[in-house]
């Protein structure tokens, strides 16, 4: 795979598109169909990026969302979560439900 600059590069734009496509790729699909966004196992083509770098992409990434906007917590989790499996690290995912 490719390193250095054009492996952020590659990241950079396999997130952006991740991000555009998720709202329309969990739109009327159930929970558990939507958590396979965030695999158990994958490949590892971004290996050797910082877990702060990929971090800090996903919030810039999503820091102005069109689309999920009430579910800004579920965007964010998943695609950290798959961008960091991608890169080697064993993210856990959490969710929280604030009591009304």
Do not use: K
């Not at 054009?6 to 969990?26: E, G, I, K």
């Not at 083509?45 to 102005?64: C, D, K, M, Q």
């Amino acid at each position: 795979m490719a390193d250095g600059p054009l492996l952020r590069a590659l990241f950079r734009c396999h997130l952006w598109a991740s991000a555009r496509l998720m709202p329309v790729l969990v739109t009327n699909r159930s929970f558990e169909e939507v958590l396979r966004w965030a695999p158990l196992a994958s490949s590892t083509p971004y290996r050797g990026l910082p877990s702060a770098y990929i971090v800090e992409s996903v919030n810039r990434t999503v820091r102005h969302p069109w689309l999920m906007r009430d579910r800004r917590c579920l965007r964010e989790g998943l695609l950290g979560h798959r961008f960091l499996r991608l890169a080697g690290f064993d993210p856990d995912l959490r969710f929280g439900v604030e009591p009304q």
